[in-house]
Each structure stands twice: as C-alpha cells, then as structure tokens.
C-alpha cells in the first residue's frame, strides 16, 4: 500500500483520509538535520514502537517492538549512531523514545536516510501522536492515535509513505 502525505495537513490511503501535522519547516526537498522539515520522497515503513504500559500491542502488518525506558534514537550527526535505534544511557545527543507525554506511545519508523544513513541529513523521521491542535513537528507526521492507530491497521511489510515536494 502507498500511504500518501497531502501537503495541506493530511494522510490517506486508499479510501481513507486524515488530518495530520506535518514539520514546522514544512515538506522539504533538501532535508537537514535540525531543519524542522518533513522530507520530500518516497519511503518505506519500519517497525512499529509502542508503549504497552499504556496501550494494546497495535494490529498491523508491520514489525512491533515494545518500547523501553532504555530506548533512544541517535540525533547526533557526527556520532557512528546517527539515526538509530539506541540503548541509554548513551554518550551521544539523542531523544528519548520513553517519554512522559503521549506523543511517542505508538511510534512508526520511516525509512528515510537509512540505507545508508548520510550524516546530517536527517534523523528520527516517524509517524506518531499528534499534539492538541496539531501542532507542527520537528519533522515528523503526526495523527490522532485513533487515526494512526486505524492506519496502522491497514499496514504491511513493503508499504511506503509518499510524501510529495510542495
């Protein structure tokens, strides 16, 4: 399935459609680090990130992995960790993938500057949590979770985010 990011604020797929937040930099064709863009391209979907203290394993096609209170993703473009999965406590900067607020319970990775990853192009690309109102991301594409959860749902191994250059 191709899951398409509407440049306005929505996902859809197939006959679906939702309202989404996207990067406060907007969708960018030349992705940085720290830029706040969502990246123009086409990408495939990774694992699924879930907090099982707060909710049911999500039903999807995708791999799911239980998060950790250990878990980080590396943001720091000048360490061979850069844009990855990461145990903590770790020496490089980094964003906690256990935190406190909602956004981050379910969590989809995006395979975007994965094979291979390019240092300072771009890291921690997901679908997640959108905020109240649908503030913008750092990068990110963000539902309701009743949304994304729904998404998820209708998701396989092989399908890809396609998000178009404004």
């Not at 680090?33 to 699924?48: H, I, S």
């Not at 850069?82 to 020496?91: C, G, T, V």
């Not at 379910?106 to 997901?126: C, H, K, M, Q, W």
């Amino acid at each position: 399935m191709r899951i398409w990011i509407e440049p306005d604020g929505y996902v859809r797929a197939g006959p679906h459609r939702w309202r989404c937040a996207l990067g406060r930099g907007g969708i960018g064709t030349a992705k940085r680090e720290g830029d706040g863009a969502t990246p123009a391209g086409v990408y495939a979907l990774g694992r699924v990130f879930y907090r099982a203290d707060r909710l049911s394993k999500p039903r999807t096609g995708l791999p799911v992995v239980s998060l950790a209170p250990t878990m980080g993703w590396c943001d720091d473009s000048a360490h061979t960790d850069y844009n990855r999965l990461i145990a903590l406590p770790h020496p490089a900067h980094h964003e906690k993938m256990w935190r406190a607020e909602s956004v981050y319970d379910v969590v989809v990775e995006v395979r975007y500057n994965t094979d291979p990853v390019v240092s300072g192009l771009g890291s921690a690309i997901f679908l997640h949590i959108a905020k109240p109102g649908y503030t913008p991301t750092e990068g990110c594409i963000a539902l309701k979770i009743k949304d994304l959860l729904e998404l998820l749902s209708l998701c396989n191994e092989g399908d890809v985010v396609n998000i178009p250059a404004s």
